[in-house]
T-cell receptor, first 116, second 114 residues
């Protein structure tokens, strides 16, 4: 089955410290990987995606993610966390294939809490 | 603001009833997706349309149906509602539905079935 896993339900970090939200995937071939963020009572906001090329992807609000094929991971990172980064983060994958649409398969989400 | 609009924002109804959720995609986007977010199932893909035609189907119940109209807006119809259908329903859109495209999500419709 094509899937992504977010092993941590919650990540706590102090403001100003670096943050990492983990994501691993299990798909055949080279996947297309995405990160979205959900603030309370809001929709999902796109942060970044990996399609091909440079393994380090830079996205919105200072976030970046590194695609690691050998470890089948796509961890989300930010050098210096802000309290306003506190939200629910989702990793998602679209497996590479022809036809059949392009549904996003989401992980279970990781709640990020940034404290002063 | 993603440019995707959904109405209504909230919906409260009773078991056995039927509701219609509406979505307007971003200007220029031809493909629309519906997702369901619930505590039990997480975020799940329901169905995708491209320019009025069904493109892909996910874990959508037979009691649920959708369509995309010539003006590209989409409606998700939920019938014979059950308590377990209570969830946040998201619509997303992308340009032509290609696998590398970003899907932009609307704010969602929160459905509560009593």
């Amino acid at each position: 089955a094509q899937s992504v896993a977010q092993p941590e339900d919650q990540v706590n970090v102090a403001e100003g410290n670096p943050l990492t939200v983990k994501c691993t995937y299990s798909v055949s071939g080279n996947p297309y990987l995405f990160w979205y963020v959900q603030y309370p009572n809001r929709g999902l906001q796109f942060l970044l995606k990996y399609i091909t090329g440079d393994n380090l992807v830079k996205g919105s609000y200072g976030f970046e993610a590194e695609f690691n094929k050998s470890q089948t991971s796509f961890h989300l990172k930010k050098p210096s966390a802000l309290v306003s980064d506190s939200a629910l983060y989702f990793c998602a994958v679209i497996p590479p294939r022809r036809g059949g649409g392009n549904k996003l398969t989401f992980g279970t989400g990781t709640q990020l809490k940034v404290e002063l | 603001d993603s440019g995707v609009t959904q109405t209504p924002k909230h919906l409260i109804t009773a078991t056995g009833q039927r509701v219609t959720l509406r979505c307007s995609p971003r200007s220029g986007d031809l493909s629309v997706y519906w997702y369901q977010q619930s505590l039990d199932q997480g975020l799940q893909f329901l169905i995708q349309y491209y320019n009025g035609e069904e493109r892909a189907k996910g874990n959508i119940l037979e009691r649920f149906s959708a369509q995309q109209f010539p003006d590209l807006h989409s409606e998700l119809n939920l019938s014979s509602l059950e308590l377990g259908d209570s969830a946040l329903y998201f619509c997303a859109s992308s340009v032509v539905g290609g696998v590398t495209e970003t899907q932009y999500f609307g704010p969602g419709t929160r459905l509560l079935v009593l």
